[in-house]
């Protein structure tokens, strides 16, 4: 847990999923747009929701709500896109809402409690200490996880 | 190291690499060869002697005394002071395999442990020959083999038949170091022989030779597309429709050559594959003592770089299989009244549009009993399934996962991995694997690839609101099945949905039972896509009850209101064919291929995904997922009162498909189904006028259409639905489309065609299927019907020969038109209703000059026919072609073995006459 805590100074753009406040330092995402039309497609994996065409590229799309078992509100419909890597393909991660980038000092970081606003602590690697709210810092590799544990 | 020594060294080791790509072939000719062959070794010496240098001059010190060793040894076979011996050559093998992999890692040659090769070499020119290390493993494996049947027989594993395994032969006490890298265990020999040739070949990875020729058209195409862009260019801004037109043919035609051109860039000989198994059976089979012929065939067939590097492993696995289980012994393949040398046959070859790769041997067969009792203990069936399946889809099991043990020994051993990854591994570049094996004679594997993978046709289909792409090469037919026909075609048997087909009982899956796709039907009135809330096929599967089952109709069937048919494509995943249920089916198209992400590596039902014109994404289905999904099997289709396959297949030679279109309310037309290249579905509101004739735009290019209206209609296309069919067939080289309002059924039609009674210009015939009068359509009548110009424009002219063709057949209405094709060709036809007069006409008639002939006839049959024919010395020479009317592989075969030099579709003219011109000669007549 310790090193995840360390991250370096950075820009961070937070986004809403359900009741969570989530952040990723920019550097890890490649570009936020606007959902188009997802494709859905039947895998073992629930929050899968499908894949889109980003540029002639086939991009998996995962809910970040129902990957974290989250009970969102049906009536926010999930709208961005938040685009990120993964190993050595591109990823979309479903998200309700793009609030802020903000920076971050490397001392406005926090472990993560055993869960966040109902959420397992794996998906995250540290808490952010926004002004006056907490942002969580996304764990992408355990979140894009396949391995079925 | 500055730049330039960098690039001299490039140079040294692509040098090196492509003689070293040679020298494992010259070898193992210079073994095979009796005495010496000069320029063999000179070869091999030429190539050492460059590494040699190269290795000097950048201090590769290892290298060069490696290399230089061996060309001592060479130098001494050159000059004939040393005889070629198969211990020799093993070492000269392993000694090129350790130069060839020092190659690979320049940096870390000098780290290499040389010292055993140059101690061989060394022994071996001091005369200190070590013992020939063959001949002690066939002595230890034939000790072993006597022991045999008293080892209790193992559970099957993979391939392997009656003769239980020979445990893996000891390595011979202590040879001399010499024969360490070919002697060792089986597992390390074959691994270095494997490791090299993999290495050579992927060493290539990043360039590619293309021949200059290749690259001149290439040069050439762009240029014709850069000229043909500023036409475009000058059009558009003009505003001239007219110019427009021509301009955007020119450009489908240059798009299409250049696609192929530079597809044939990325294209090479199987050779590259198949070369590396002359080394490998070599050292297998004297590892295990056995006695193997291996033979190549076809190795000039080319296929797609990705698929070639792809398919080393999978056929080196069925190669290993074959020769570890398949190939016996000598001693066993004496016992058992065979020729001591087991038989190792690589084929490549094309067929249908792909390419076939057989792996088979004479050897022992697999023992379907052993594989039942395999699959029982693993659960994978019960005996009651095993009862219902035929020895074939018995042997099928072996490609089921887990079929194999998992205790196994390695996987290098080729017996850790069971058949199933060959097969997964294969289907990854969209091959499709079968096996057949008949106890004591021997197995064969056949495995289907298409010619490239980068961009493949498909079929796209609408499920729900969903699209996918099914490739054209799993995609067996489309039925659509008329409201009436439903409850008759579709039938419930033990639960699943089943499909009637020519007698055969097909399995139906029902996608949005599985990818989670709410099901909808369209609403015949308005063609809105609405939630169908009906029970879906999975649920009513659970229902078991006898009123289920009295109600129990197929999904589709209820989903689809009364008014609205059905449409089905079949599919074929390897030998198993089902149909997928499709609410639309769409354009066949060529899509390129994307791969999906890590979320769908456990998702089998898929290969990939492409994009289509409009921008959205359509999965592309792996009908060999989709099964194992549906968890469809293929015992179901044995099931019920069904012809065996055997029938289906006499039964073929004769009957004739046809597809049966409708043009008007009571007008219904049959097209012989040989001749249909594709049938697609157009909205009318797709149809342009070209001059005077109609078209539409397809595939990016123009296809011209007919329409019957006006050549043997009275009355216009019915085409109310806003929508319209074309069968889509070719003449010459182009491609022309039939409009139809509805394409009702495709049956084999056995009976007589009666040529008489509705006989016409464009109409060959008529027939009567299930009591409804059918006019069978001549293509090519309708065509010259439409517009002369036609034939003159994709026919050509007639050439006036003096030549005899006889052409025995039996059916009065194939008889005729056949006639009526090869006379308008400018031949003289004489014709005969069976063999035996045949024969007559062949002896009354001297003047003929070949004969084609049907196979299925009274009195004497075709086949019997050309054998009298054959046996006959004067006729010698006269070429003999048989006409079917369905192409079959095993038909063509049994022809072929009664000495038929050819075989042809009955109805389709341009290559009946075509073989015609080719083959009728005027011949010497015998006295």
């Known amino acids: 847990m310790s090193e995840a805590l ?24 490649r570009e936020i747009f606007k959902s188009p039309t997802i494709t859905p497609v039947h895998t073992p994996f629930s929050y899968v929701n499908g894949v889109i065409n980003l540029r002639g590229s086939i991009v998996t799309i995962v809910d970040l709500g129902k990957r974290m078992s989250l009970s969102v509100n049906q009536d926010v419909k999930a709208v961005h896109i938040v685009l990120v890597e993964f190993g050595e393909e591109l990823i979309g991660l479903l998200v309700d809402g793009i609030e802020d980038s903000v920076f971050a000092s490397s001392d406005d970081f926090f472990p993560v409690p055993a869960t966040v606003s109902g959420a397992d602590s794996d998906f995250f690697r540290a808490l952010f200490r926004r002004e006056e709210d907490l942002v969580a810092m996304l764990n992408l590799e355990n979140t894009l996880e396949t391995e079925v544990a | 190291m500055d730049d330039m020594d960098e690039e001299v060294l490039q140079l040294f080791v692509e040098e090196s690499r492509e003689h070293l790509a040679g020298i494992e072939d010259d070898l193992l000719g210079m073994e095979a060869m009796d005495g010496l062959d000069e320029d063999l070794v000179n070869r091999v010496f030429r190539t050492l002697h460059t590494i040699k240098g190269g290795a000097g001059f950048f201090d590769l010190i290892n290298l060069q005394n490696l290399a230089h060793s061996m060309e001592n040894l060479l130098d001494l076979i050159r000059k004939n002071e040393l005889q070629t011996t198969k211990m020799i050559v093993s070492s000269l093998l392993a000694g090129a395999d350790t130069v060839a992999s020092m190659i690979d890692n320049l940096e870390a040659s000098n780290d290499y442990d040389i010292s055993d090769h140059l101690a061989v070499f060394d022994g071996i020119l001091k005369g200190e020959a070590a013992p020939e290390p063959e001949a002690t493993v066939v002595e230890e494996a034939v000790a072993v083999e006597v022991e045999e049947p008293e080892i209790a027989p193992e559970p099957v594993e993979n391939v392997s038949p009656v003769v239980a395994e020979p445990p893996a032969p000891e390595p011979p006490a202590t040879p001399a170091p010499a024969t360490k890298a070919v002697v060792e265990t089986p597992q390390e020999g074959a691994s270095t022989a494997k490791a090299a040739p993999a290495k050579s070949a992927g060493s290539g990875d990043q360039s590619i030779r293309v021949h200059l020729s290749l690259l001149d058209r290439l040069m050439e195409l762009a240029g014709e597309l850069v000229l043909t862009r500023n036409a475009l260019i000058q059009s558009v801004e003009t505003g001239d429709p007219a110019l427009l037109q021509p301009a955007a043919k020119k450009v489908d035609a240059i798009t299409s050559q250049l696609q192929r051109a530079i597809m044939s860039t990325r294209m090479q000989t199987i050779d590259i594959v198949f070369s590396k198994f002359r080394r490998i059976v070599r050292d297998l089979s004297g590892q295990l003592g056995k006695q193997i012929n291996l033979e190549i065939l076809g190795e000039d067939v080319e296929l797609d770089k990705t698929i070639i590097e792809a398919l080393g492993d999978p056929l080196t696995h069925l190669v290993r299989n074959s020769i570890d289980h398949g190939l016996e012994t000598p001693a066993q393949r004496k016992a058992a009244g065979k020729p001591p040398f087991g038989k190792l046959r690589l084929h490549a070859f094309h067929e249908a549009g792909q390419v076939v790769i057989e792996v088979s041997d004479n050897g022992a067969g697999i023992d379907p009993r052993r594989i039942a009792n395999k699959a029982i203990e693993k659960g994978m069936v019960n005996e009651e399934e095993i009862a219902r399946m035929n020895e074939k889809d018995i042997i099928r099991l072996i490609f089921q996962p887990g079929f194999s043990t998992a205790e196994e020994v390695t996987d290098i051993s080729g017996r850790g991995v069971g058949m199933d990854v060959v097969r997964q591994n294969l289907a990854k570049v969209g091959g499709v694997a079968d096996i057949e094996s008949e106890l004591g004679k021997g197995t064969t594997i056949r495995v289907k690839l298409p010619l490239t993978l980068a961009i493949i046709p498909s079929v796209l289909v609408g499920i729900s609101t969903e699209n996918f792409a099914i490739p054209q090469v799993n995609v067996v037919e489309m039925v659509g099945i008329a409201p009436d026909e439903i409850k008759r075609r579709i039938q419930h048997v033990g639960g699943v949905a089943m499909l009637r087909l020519r007698g055969e009982l097909v399995p139906l899956i029902e996608l949005s039972d599985y990818f989670g796709i709410a099901p909808t039907y369209r609403d015949t009135d308005s063609g809105v896509l609405t939630d169908d809330r009906r029970d879906r096929l999975a649920d009513r599967r659970e229902n078991d009850d006898d009123e289920a089952a009295s109600d129990a109709r197929c999904g589709a069937e209820r989903r689809e209101s009364a008014e609205s048919s059905v449409n089905i494509v ?51 289905l792996d009908v060999d997922g989709v099964r194992l999904l549906s968890g469809a099997s293929e015992s179901q289709q044995t099931e019920g009162d069904l012809r065996t396959r055997e029938d289906e297949e006499s039964r073929d030679i004769d ?261 015609c011109r080719r083959l009728a000669k005027p011949r010497a007549v015998n006295a």
């Open chain 1, 6 to 29: 360390f991250l370096e100074d950075t820009e961070i753009i937070v986004f809403r999923v359900g009741d969570i406040t989530i952040g990723l330092p920019i550097t890890e995402v």
């Open chain 2, 570 to 620: 079949i599919v074929a995943a390897g030998a198993f064919k089902y149909g997928i249920r499709v609410d639309e089916l769409h354009e066949s198209a060529e899509i390129v291929v994307k791969p999906l992400g890590v979320h769908f590596s456990s998702s089998t039902e898929f290969s990939g995904a492409t994009i289509l014109g409009d921008g959205t994404v359509a999965l592309i």
């Open chain 2, 655 to 915: 009957s004739c498909s046809i597809l049966i279109i409708q043009h008007a309310e009571d007008e219904v037309y049959a097209v012989p189904l040989q001749l249909v290249a594709r049938i697609e579905r157009f909205s009318s509101s797709d149809l342009q006028d070209v001059g005077d004739r109609k078209a539409i735009s397809y595939r990016g290019g123009i296809l011209p259409l007919i329409s019957l209206e006006g050549i043997v209609s009275s009355q216009a296309l019915d085409a109310t639905a806003n929508e319209f069919y074309v069968i889509v067939y070719t003449v010459g080289n182009e491609e022309i489309g039939l409009m139809a309002s509805d394409i009702r059924d495709i049956v084999d039609y056995k009976d007589t065609i009666d040529n008489r009674t509705h006989k016409r210009a464009g109409i060959a015939g008529s027939m009567i299927v299930n009591g409804e009068i059918l006019q069978f359509l001549d293509l090519y009548g309708i065509l010259e019907l439409d517009d002369p110009e036609w034939t003159e424009h994709l026919i050509g002219e007639a050439e006036e020969t003096n030549l005899s063709v006889l052409l025995v057949e039996d059916s009065p209405f194939f008889q005729s038109q056949m006639k009526k094709e090869i006379e308008a060709a400018g031949f003289i036809v004489l014709t005969a209703d069976d063999g035996l007069l045949g024969l007559e006409m062949l002896r009354t008639h001297p003047e003929i000059t070949m004969v084609l002939t049907d196979i299925e006839m009274p009195n004497m049959d075709g086949l019997e026919m050309v054998r009298a024919i054959k046996a006959l010395p004067e006729y010698a020479g006269l070429p003999l072609v048989a006409v079917t009317s369905l192409a079959g592989a095993s038909a063509e075969q049994k022809g072929l073995d009664a000495g038929v030099d050819e075989y042809q579709i009955k109805l389709d003219r341009e290559q009946l006459v075509d073989v």
